[in-house]
Nanobody, 117 residues
Framework: QVQLVESGGGSVQAGGSLRLSCAAS????????MAWLRQAPGKEREVVSR???????YYADSVKGRFTISRDNAKNTLYLQMNSLNPDDTAVYYC???????????WGQGTQVTVSS
């Protein structure tokens, strides 16, 4: 079983950037498909980005061109670089891991991102 801990959230003004990290322990993330999801107040959780066990990635239309997902298997860490942030990006961001694409079996506790206008 893999344990996930997110960090890097915070408060930023619109147009700013943040880099989220998701540190894994227990097992190497090289075996897993990884993802970032978010949940804004009063809204359902949504997928932000996914990455396969290599570098193949998916992005939600709302973040395409602004966010970049990456993984460093040697550091056992998943990243989400977020640029040109806007208030609609305000949410709790979670990382997740699974054995197949879309199978988010393991979750972190989340990190809050707040973007002010």
């Amino acid at each position: 079983q893999v344990q996930l801990v997110e960090s890097g959230g915070g408060s930023v003004q619109a147009g700013g950037s943040l880099r989220l990290s998701c540190a894994a322990s227990g097992r190497t993330i090289s075996n897993y498909y990884m993802a970032w999801l978010r949940q804004a107040p009063g809204k359902e959780r949504e997928v932000v980005s996914r990455i396969n066990r290599s570098t193949g990635a998916y992005y939600a239309d709302s973040v395409k061109g602004r966010f970049t997902i990456s993984r460093d298997n040697a550091k056992n860490t998943l990243y989400l670089q977020m640029n040109s942030l806007n208030p609609d990006d305000t949410a709790v961001y979670y990382c997740a891991a699974g054995a197949t694409w879309g199978a988010d079996s393991y979750w972190g506790q989340g990190t809050q991102v707040t973007v002010s206008s």
